[in-house]
Nanobody
Framework: VQLQAYGGGLVQAGGFLRLSCEASARTFTRYGMGWFRQAPGKEREFVAA???????TFYADSVQGRFAISKDNAKMVYLQMNSLKPEDTALYYC?????????????????WGQGTKVTVSS
């Protein structure tokens, strides 16, 4: 399974971006998919996740109310990012997990995309 993330770019503070992630295999059994980010010099952190069968969504406190994760019924997951702040600047990764486990824990995800860069200018 390969994940391809795209949609990053440069945006001014207060602006918006929509990230997309496509899974190469439609039929693998996903428990959930998530977005994580890593800013320069910082640890990778959880951003948002969605349960594949339930549609339940989970967000980091820092993005709650500004970001929205969604999916289609096939192989795409999206991250709508509104009211962007300079502190949202990071490399954003999508990830997929096939087993039960905390949705916010990166260690429970088996598959990772290559990352798409988001830069928010002040």
């Amino acid at each position: 399974v390969q994940l391809q993330a795209y949609g990053g770019g440069l945006v001014q503070a207060g602006g918006f971006l929509r990230l997309s992630c496509e899974a190469s295999a439609r039929t693998f059994t996903r428990y959930g998919m998530g977005w994580f980010r890593q800013a320069p010099g910082k640890e990778r952190e959880f951003v948002a996740a969605i349960g594949w069968s339930t549609g339940d969504t989970f967000y980091a406190d820092s993005v709650q109310g500004r970001f929205a994760i969604s999916k289609d019924n096939a192989k795409m997951v999206y991250l709508q990012m509104n009211s962007l702040k300079p502190e949202d600047t990071a490399l954003y990764y999508c990830a997929a997990k096939t087993r039960v486990g905390p949705m916010s824990s990166s260690s429970t995800y088996e598959y990772w995309g290559q990352g798409t860069k988001v830069t928010v200018s002040s």
